[in-house]
């Protein structure tokens, strides 16, 4: 079995599609119950993004998202990027005179 952790001179990365219970969990804010809830999700399939992951996984927002892959986790060897998170909806105001 091929290991899901590979080392950088700048950090150490963790693949969620092969990473094991215990590397989760040691992962500064992912629980016990949250990694349940993430491993069951990836029984169903391996996750493509992190958008999917978001999308499948209650409890994973943008916040949370972030400082997982800060702290070097990676979807499909892919770190996080507040760009491709959907943003809020914002309306220009209307100016009535």
Request: no cysteine; net charge positive.
């Amino acid at each position: 079995m091929a290991t899901s952790v590979a080392t950088t001179a700048e950090t150490t990365t963790l693949e969620i599609n092969t990473a094991s219970r215990a590397q989760l969990e040691s992962l500064r804010g992912l629980g016990p119950a949250l990694v349940e809830r993430l491993l069951l999700a990836r029984q169903q399939g391996r996750f493509s993004d992190w958008a999917q992951l978001r999308r499948r996984v209650r409890g994973v927002g943008p916040t949370l998202a972030q400082q997982l892959s800060a702290q070097g986790l990676r979807v499909a060897g892919k770190a996080w990027a507040a760009e491709s998170a959907p943003g809020p909806t914002v309306s220009s105001p209307t100016q009535t005179d």
